[in-house]
């Protein structure tokens, strides 16, 4: 039996290549495709998708509710009834409010889907129905999005994963990279790293399965302060002298602002 080559689409960033096999019109079973190299490893939620799929109480209607919101009370419908109550409701909004009463906020939750593309699609059929309100940057990556080019220059960037075969101290602030998929590569990476004495640590509230797996040291940071840690590993560095000052110098901005704030 041959698998067939398809991906996982998931919302986390790896779209892992899978192989599935199947039997009867249904997957029997998933398994990493060894075409995408070594250090490709899918998590237990892509390679189960088959569960989810075939799963007894997975909606294959479209319910209306007949009750209060948040009453749970809802009938099943046929698609031509459901399409019929949204393209009346849709009507209604757009007659009454006018198009700047939609706004559109949907998540990109599955970016590589090529027939499933929620955001796209979301915008296109939108657009089509004459308009809508845009928000403002992401709720997702907002905050990313505004602090990367002072940090690296540029949004069009990322990691390499690969890069890590050079280091020779991983930190992992903010990364749970076991529980909350950052690509495919980075867990086999880090922990190929750990097995050839590199160290790891591991900056977490939780010790969740990143710390178990992965580090070789944890340091469970209270919620919330981040950010007054980081100034002090900052006050170290500073007053012992131990920032590269020719590299800040030629690449840094504000850097001079930052040291007086953390001295």
Same mark, same amino acid.
Not at 15 to 25: D, I, P, R, V
Not at 110 to 132: D, E, I, Q, W
Not at 202 to 207: G, L, S, T, Y
């Given at each position: 039996?041959?698998?067939?080559?398809?991906?996982?689409?998931?919302?986390?960033?790896?779209?892992?290549?899978?192989?599935? +096999?199947?039997?009867?019109?249904?997957?029997?079973?998933?398994? *990493?495709? $060894?075409?995408?190299?070594?250090?490709?490893?899918?998590?237990?939620?892509?390679?189960?998708? #088959?569960?989810?799929?075939?799963?007894?109480?997975?909606?294959?209607?479209?319910?209306?509710?007949?009750?209060?919101?948040?009453?749970?009370?809802?009938?099943?419908?046929?698609?031509?009834? #459901?399409?019929?109550?949204?393209? *009346?409701?849709?009507?209604?909004?757009?007659?009454?409010?006018?198009?700047?009463?939609?706004?559109?906020?949907?998540?990109?939750?599955?970016?590589?889907?090529?027939?499933?593309?929620?955001?796209?699609?979301?915008?296109?059929?939108?657009?089509?129905?004459?308009?809508?309100?845009?928000?403002?940057?992401? +709720?997702?990556?907002?905050?990313?999005?505004?602090?990367? $080019?002072?940090?690296?220059?540029?949004?069009?960037?990322?990691?390499?994963?690969?890069?890590?075969? *050079?280091?020779?101290?991983?930190?992992?602030?903010?990364?749970?990279?076991? %529980?909350?998929?950052?690509?495919?590569?980075?867990?086999?990476?880090?922990?190929?790293?750990?097995?050839?004495?590199?160290?790891?640590?591991?900056?977490?509230?939780?010790?969740?399965?990143?710390?178990? &797996?992965?580090?070789? %040291?944890?340091?469970?940071? +209270?919620?919330?302060?981040?950010?007054?840690?980081?100034?002090?590993?900052?006050?170290?560095?500073?007053?012992? %002298?131990?920032? +590269?000052?020719?590299?800040?110098?030629?690449?840094?901005?504000?850097? *001079?602002?930052?040291?007086?704030? &953390?001295?």
């Amino acid at each position: 039996m041959t698998g067939v080559p398809v991906a996982c689409n998931f919302d986390c960033g790896g779209g892992c290549s899978l192989l599935a +096999y199947t039997s009867k019109g249904k997957i029997t079973k998933l398994i *990493d495709n $060894p075409e995408a190299g070594r250090y490709h490893r899918a998590c237990i939620r892509g390679l189960q998708q #088959a569960r989810v799929q075939d799963a007894k109480n997975r909606l294959t209607a479209p319910l209306i509710r007949t009750g209060p919101r948040g009453s749970g009370e809802f009938k099943e419908a046929t698609w031509d009834e #459901a399409l019929d109550l949204i393209a *009346d409701k849709l009507r209604t909004i757009k007659e009454k409010y006018g198009m700047e009463s939609v706004i559109y906020l949907g998540g990109s939750g599955g970016p590589r889907g090529s027939l499933h593309n929620p955001k796209r699609l979301t915008t296109r059929f939108l657009s089509m129905y004459g308009g809508f309100v845009e928000r403002m940057n992401s +709720y997702s990556t907002a905050a990313s999005s505004f602090a990367t $080019p002072f940090v690296l220059g540029s949004n069009q960037v990322g990691l390499d994963a690969g890069s890590l075969v *050079d280091s020779n101290l991983i930190i992992l602030w903010g990364a749970n990279v076991v %529980d909350n998929r950052f690509g495919s590569e980075l867990e086999s990476r880090i922990r190929e790293a750990r097995s050839r004495g590199v160290r790891v640590v591991v900056i977490e509230p939780r010790r969740a399965r990143t710390v178990k &797996t992965l580090g070789t %040291d944890w340091v469970p940071v +209270y919620p919330g302060t981040d950010s007054a840690l980081k100034l002090g590993v900052l006050h170290v560095l500073i007053t012992e %002298d131990l920032v +590269y000052r020719e590299y800040i110098d030629r690449y840094c901005y504000g850097f *001079d602002a930052l040291e007086r704030h &953390t001295s």
